[in-house]
């Protein structure tokens, strides 16, 4: 089995600890704890911010952060070397998912490039043999660039009438041009997985792939106050198959990761950044083969601002906050083991999704049931905070 890949320069933004950098660490005997990631160490502020909800929600989250006093648990080095669940020493603090209590919820098909491909998935019945022929033949129908359409409008519209006329319709293309955002419930609250651990695969599943995307942090109240990286980890087999499978392709244990911390805006980092970002991929496979990939939200069919605002509001609240991620022009179609086999996920692929100002996230692929269980849910954080005094009235 490959091994985790431990590098704390990687792991950090390109520009180190210049941004306004927050994590969440297991601590034995305490529980899991909000901290702040800085220059001299790893500070525990969860006497300022219980849960990363709270610190998210604030009118100013970096500037609340960066003014916080706390305990330093050890430096981040250390931190991330115990991480790792193959070789952690239970009594040393180890890094979390940076989010708790908000909701996980993701955009689908904000892409041209995956929205194709959804489109493949969707008439292939999740056969990878049969991708190819289909591919070549959306693409003669559709193009492969839909980039400049903007969903909804007149022009996409137009669209749709003539792909319904010549019986190529799909669902998928409907949230794809059409006016309404596809945004659905990744997975439980407090189930994501953070860099450094095993990513999960439905054991059944053989035909798969990562989704490299930046992930958005949502307060109540609809602001996006910061942003981390996310693995929307997708089974291609088991949602081709019917997109009412959506919830067994999407949330298995083990299957959303997040990280490594959330950068809140500050002078350093802000909206547009994420809108000019580019996320890599890299995989790299237990029996050598490596896989390289680049998304770039510039190219996304729909703006961030535009998708949160299609997720809360007067129609649909979130009291604690949600995590949004924004989707990925990223749709691996290069073979792996067959000609014409296209990708797929082994036990033991080292996942990289690093973008330059928020860090490299790295996950281990295995199947969902050899993962680490989750165990640790909402009554469990409420005990916890508990017992060290951190809930005030």
């Not at 220059?39 to 502020?45: K, Q, R, S, T």
């Not at 953070?194 to 035909?207: E, I, N």
């Not at 190219?299 to 601002?305: A, C, F, H, N, T």
């Not at 995590?323 to 691996?332: E, V």
């Amino acid at each position: 089995m490959i091994q985790f890949p431990v590098d704390v320069t990687r792991t950090l933004p390109n520009d180190g600890y210049a941004g306004t950098l927050a994590g969440r660490v297991w601590r034995p005997g305490i529980g899991p704890s909000v901290v702040a990631v800085r220059a001299d160490g790893v500070y525990d502020v969860t006497a300022s911010f219980p849960t990363m909800s709270e610190l998210a929600a604030r009118p100013d989250p970096a500037a609340d952060l960066a003014a916080a006093v706390g305990e330093r648990i050890g430096a981040l080095a250390d931190v991330l070397a115990n991480t790792p669940p193959d070789s952690r020493d239970t009594n040393a603090p180890w890094l979390l998912a940076p989010i708790d209590l908000q909701v996980l919820k993701a955009a689908g098909v904000t892409f041209a490039v995956s929205m194709l491909e959804r489109v493949i998935e969707e008439r292939a019945r999740g056969n990878p043999d049969a991708a190819e022929a289909i591919r070549a033949e959306v693409q003669r129908l559709v193009g492969d660039d839909l980039a400049a359409l903007k969903p909804g409008s007149e022009a996409a519209m137009s669209l749709k009438d003539v792909l319904i006329a010549q019986g190529a319709w799909s669902q998928y293309l409907e949230v794809g041009i059409g006016p309404d955002a596809e945004v659905f419930t990744k997975a439980p609250v407090l189930s994501s997985v953070g860099t450094l651990m095993d990513a999960g695969l439905h054991p059944k599943s053989t035909w798969n792939n990562p989704e490299p995307e930046v992930v958005l942090i949502v307060a109540p109240d609809g602001r996006i106050t910061g942003a981390t990286l996310g693995n929307d980890v997708n089974l291609r087999d088991f949602e081709g198959r019917s997109a009412l499978l959506l919830s067994k392709a999407k949330d298995n244990n083990a299957s959303c990761a997040i990280g490594p911390f959330i950068r809140f805006f500050d002078k350093t980092f802000t909206l547009d950044d994420v809108r000019t970002t580019d996320v890599a991929l890299t995989v790299e496979g237990p029996e050598g083969f490596q896989l390289a990939g680049l998304s770039s939200i510039s190219r996304i069919s729909r703006d961030p601002e535009d998708l949160v605002a299609q997720t809360v509001g007067p129609v649909h609240q979130y009291p604690d906050g949600f995590a949004l991620f924004l989707g990925t022009m990223f749709a691996p179609t290069q073979d792996r083991d067959n000609p014409g086999g296209g990708f797929t996920h082994k036990e033991g692929d080292i996942v990289t999704i690093a973008a330059p100002k928020l860090g490299a996230l790295v996950n281990r692929m295995r199947p969902s049931d050899a993962c680490e269980p989750w165990t640790t849910g909402i009554v469990e954080l409420m005990r916890s905070l508990v017992r060290r005094g951190a809930l005030k009235g």
